[in-house]
Every structure is written in C-alpha cells, then in structure tokens.
C-alpha cells in the first residue's frame, strides 16, 4: 500500500512541477517587457522573432503583409557581420584611419575623367600596427568636393567584406575636384553599437509629473517597463496602437493626473572602458582617411557625342539625389531647384497655402526660419515652450498660415505638456487637405536609442496617415525630411551614433517610396556640404533645403 501511496504521490508532485513550469512561460511570455533581454554578442535575433524584440507584442499584431516588409526592411539594412572585439584583444588589431588608405582608381585604364563619367576610389583599411584588416563592417563616409566652386556630392560607399571598400562618386562639374573619406566607426565599435540598441533601448530616461491639489509625485515612463516594481499607468494610443507607459504614482494620484512629459537624463557606465577606446574623437570616431597619393583629380569637359542611330549616349546613373554647386543645392532628377533669394519670392509662393509641420527639432528649423525671414509673418503667443511648441503664425495680406507641432513619445526634450502630446498619424487625419496644404514631415532623431522595429511601426502608421490624406486629397503637397549627420563625441555615439541615423535613414527612404510625396534629402544634404555635421544643420543648408521645399510647392512651369 505504501509503495502505491508513494507511486500517486510521485505522479501529483510531478503534475505539480509541470503546471508551475507551464504557468512560469506563461508569465514569461506576458511579462516579456519586463526582462531585461541579454543575448549573446555575436549573434543577432532573427528579424521576425517577434517574442525577443523590444516590445513588439505591444500595440497591433502586424498583418502578414506588414511582417513580410518589416523582415525586407530589417534585411535590407543588415550590417556585415563581425566577430565581438573580445576583451582579451587589444586595441591595436582594431581599424586605424590613420593607417589606413584610399587611392583612386584609373577610369577604364585611363588617368582621364569627363562630367557624366564614375570616379572611384579604393579604400584599404588597416589597423594600428599598419596591417591589412581582413573583414569588412567600417563606417564610412565619402564626398567628392571643390572648395572654389562650393560644390560637393555625396559619395557612395561599396563593402567588399575583406577589408577593402570603393567610394564612387558621380562627376557632375569641371574643374579639379577633391575625394574625402571619413572613419566614423570602427568595424569593431558596430557590435557594441548594436547591443545597446537591443539591450538598452531606454537608456534615454523619461519621466511624468503626477499632481492634483497639494499631491504631486514624479514617475519613470517609457515605451517598455518592469512590471514587477510598481503598478503600470498605460497611455497606448487608442487611435495608432502605439504604446507607452508610466508607473502609477505611490500617493493618492491617479492615472489621470499626469502632467507633463519629459527628459530626465541618460544611463550612464554601460560600456567599459575598453570599449570606450572604440569611440576616441579624432583617433578613431569621425577621423580622415588619406590617400596613398593623390586625393584629387581633373575633371575635363563631357565628352561630345556622336550622333547617329545607332550610338546614343547614356544617361548618368547614380545613386545621389542632389548636389551642391555655387553654394546652391541641385536635384538630380524631378523638380527643378528654384532659388528664392528674397522674402518676395518665398511670399508669392506661399500665399493662400496653409503650411502644417510635424515631428523634432530637425522640421522646426524650416518653422524657426521662415518666420524670423518673412517680415510679415507674425506669431502668435500660444504660451508655449521654446523648445516644444506648439507654435503658429500668420501672414494675413497675403492669407498664409505655417504651423509647428512635435511628433509625440519618445520625444527627448524639457517638459511638455501632456495635452499637446500629439502622434503625426492623428494630426494627418485631422487635416482636410487640397491644393493649398503643405505637409513637411520630419521624424527620426529620436528613435535612435530603440530597435529598428520601433522606428517601422511608427512610419507605418504616418504612412496608413499620409495615404489617407491623398486619398481624399490628392492635390496636398507632402514633403519628407530624412535624417540628417550629426557631431559625434562618445556619449553623442552611444545614445545618437550617425551608424544608427543612417539606418533609420534607409527605412524612412524605403517605406515611403513610391507614394505621391517628396523627399528633402537631408542626409545628402548634410554630407555633401563643407560646414561640420549638427543635428540641426547650419543656416546655408536650411536655407538650401527650405528652396528645396518651396520649388515642390511652386515648381517651375514648363
């Protein structure tokens, strides 16, 4: 009798263990956001492994068709892969831009360039004891230059995996023209880049004022948060889906007494000091690459061609979207660049046209410019902060509204008011529409710290926006700013890195191409200029970007 007692108390405790083991990946599942997900460095999770990225469960399940394009786009931007810079290795076999060296090809086997022909310049990297590097995965970027034309394009970078790169760039104008080439990371400094974004996506820390009456208690908030410390207040979107959370205070406040939204530092000490020699301003963050011999050439004039039937000239194909010459930007392709040199110019165009920006700082550059170079452009005082908005002004004469609102969470700025907490995809579905509305979107610098995934869904749902606006108003003008090079020092690289601005960059290009909507190559833009990178570009290309908005608002008559 025993041995049977012994035999069901065996199968009850066993029943027992299964069900709490059942019920733990249960709650692991659920509490997902909760985790902190550690995952092993030289491995990448699978694109669609919708249970280990950030939050993905969060908000909408995305259509079979919306998991086919986030899998496109994810693969579409994928980094060489590296093997980790392990602790044990030395700083010495990682890339050096000072040993390393670009040289320019011959064209055709001839030391002869003419406007409409590639120039190309082998890159050969090397690390600090001057050896070869054997695998791709540098950052780099490249410009082709002339300083007495103020001319410059931006260059395109090829990985051929072995250590070896070719920056080709387009010649578009006479004359002698310069090649520079720019370390921005290391192939090594990538993987450390790479673990932060997936392991410390809120390394940017938000918080909420709470207060009613005399009661008033600050909250951490972000797009994810541990579950297990306190109480959750959730702010999802009702309209997008987009999440985000704050933790309920302790007092006696509820959800509903949240005030603000703002910034409240950073994470700090999440990489080790070693791994801070990847990120040495001048040595091997942002630092030049020389040529092995020259780093010019002579660009003759195009070539004549030879008329006939049956030898035709080809086009110039090239991948750059614009470039500079005489300080002016130039469209390759499309609308032709006007040049609207005074406030006549830029008022004619812009009368009778309501002009509607949204997003960060980058849009509220063009909203800081135009009212401070239209005289007749007043603002009107919505007791709005400086930095935040939202703002407004009016040129009553000439009927023409411009308006600025930020994009909402995450945004990283000083303290916001929650009721002016607006998501773009909701701001769109407000607007009527037509012919005389401008739409300028601009939204990037502040996904940088989150998974890729992240930035999609939120485009995805802009995108769903702007699609519906043009549905019902096709003759709207939609413009869209790209991310822009910023200045990089070590704390700039880990939260705001130009390797995860470039990413984003390439989404936004893909997700909305094809749609009936413009785009201000700002990346280009930003590279092809001689003035240093910042996140908020200098005035001679604002002002070359605002010529840029303006000839798709008012563009030239054929």
Not at 179 to 184: E, F, P, S, W, Y
Not at 236 to 250: I, M, R, S
Not at 325 to 338: H, T
Request: some cysteine; glycine content about 6%.
């Amino acid at each position: 009798m025993w041995m049977s007692l012994s035999k069901y108390i065996s199968i009850f405790l066993l029943l027992t263990l299964s069900g709490l083991f059942i019920i733990n990946i249960l709650v692991w599942k659920l509490d997902l956001c909760s985790l902190d997900l550690r995952r092993i460095h030289s491995e990448d999770p699978p694109p669609l492994d919708r249970e280990r990225s950030f939050c993905s469960h969060l908000g909408k399940e995305p259509s079979p068709e919306e998991a086919l394009e986030e899998r496109y786009l994810l693969e579409s931007i994928a980094w060489p892969e590296t093997q980790p810079w392990l602790t044990s290795s030395p700083l010495t076999q990682t890339s050096d831009p000072a040993h390393s060296l670009f040289a320019i090809l011959p064209a055709g086997g001839r030391r002869e360039w003419h406007v409409g022909d590639q120039l190309e310049a082998l890159v050969l990297m090397k690390d600090f004891q001057g050896r070869p590097k054997s695998h791709g995965g540098d950052f780099l970027l490249a410009r082709l230059h002339s300083p007495e034309l103020e001319a410059g394009v931006a260059g395109h970078v090829l990985d051929h995996r072995n250590g070896t790169y070719s920056a080709i760039f387009p010649l578009l104008w006479e004359g002698s023209v310069w090649v520079d080439v720019t370390l921005v990371h290391p192939s090594e400094a990538v993987p450390v880049l790479r673990r932060l974004r997936e392991e410390h996506p809120d390394r940017v820390l938000y918080k909420s004022l709470f207060r009613s009456g005399i009661l008033s208690e600050t909250t951490m908030c972000n797009l994810r948060l541990p579950t297990n410390q306190q109480p959750l207040c959730n702010y999802t979107d009702p309209n997008t889906g987009e999440p985000w959370y704050c933790y309920k205070p302790k007092q006696l406040l509820s959800c509903d007494t949240r005030i603000n939204h703002f910034r409240a530092g950073y994470q700090k000490d999440l990489i080790t000091d070693k791994e801070a020699l990847l990120f040495q301003s001048g040595v091997n963050l942002k630092a030049r690459i020389h040529a092995m011999a020259n780093d010019s050439v002579t660009v003759l004039p195009k070539k004549k061609e030879v008329e006939s039937s049956s030898a035709k000239a080809a086009p110039i194909r090239t991948t750059a979207s614009g470039y500079y010459f005489q300080g002016s930007w130039r469209g390759l392709g499309g609308v032709v660049i006007r040049q609207f040199k005074d406030t006549t110019a830029i008022t004619q165009c812009l009368k009778d046209k309501m002009v509607y920006m949204y997003g960060d700082s980058t849009v509220r550059q063009y909203y800081e410019f135009l009212t401070s170079f239209l005289p007749e452009l007043r603002e009107f005082n919505l007791q709005s902060p400086v930095s935040t908005g939202p703002f407004m002004a009016v040129d009553i004469p000439h009927n023409i509204l411009l308006k600025y609102r930020s994009h909402g969470p995450p945004i990283s700025w000083t303290p916001i008011s929650i009721s002016q907490l607006r998501y773009v995809a909701n701001e769109l579905d407000g607007l009527a529409g037509g012919s005389k509305t401008v739409v300028v979107i601009s939204i990037w610098a502040h996904f940088s710290t989150f998974p890729v995934q992240v930035y999609i869904r939120r485009l995805r749902h802009i995108r769903r926006a702007v699609v519906r606006l043009l549905d019902r108003a096709p003759e709207t003008v939609v413009l869209v700013r790209s991310a822009n090079l910023r200045a990089q020092s070590l704390q700039e690289s880990l939260n705001f890195s130009d390797w995860f601005s470039v990413q984003l960059d390439e989404v936004l290009k893909a997700m909305f191409r094809g749609l009936n909507i413009f785009f201000v190559d700002a990346w280009e833009m930003t590279l092809a200029h001689h003035l240093p990178h910042d996140i908020h570009p200098h005035p001679p290309i604002i002002k070359n970007m605002i010529n840029t908005i303006l000839s798709h608002i008012c563009p030239v008559k054929n």
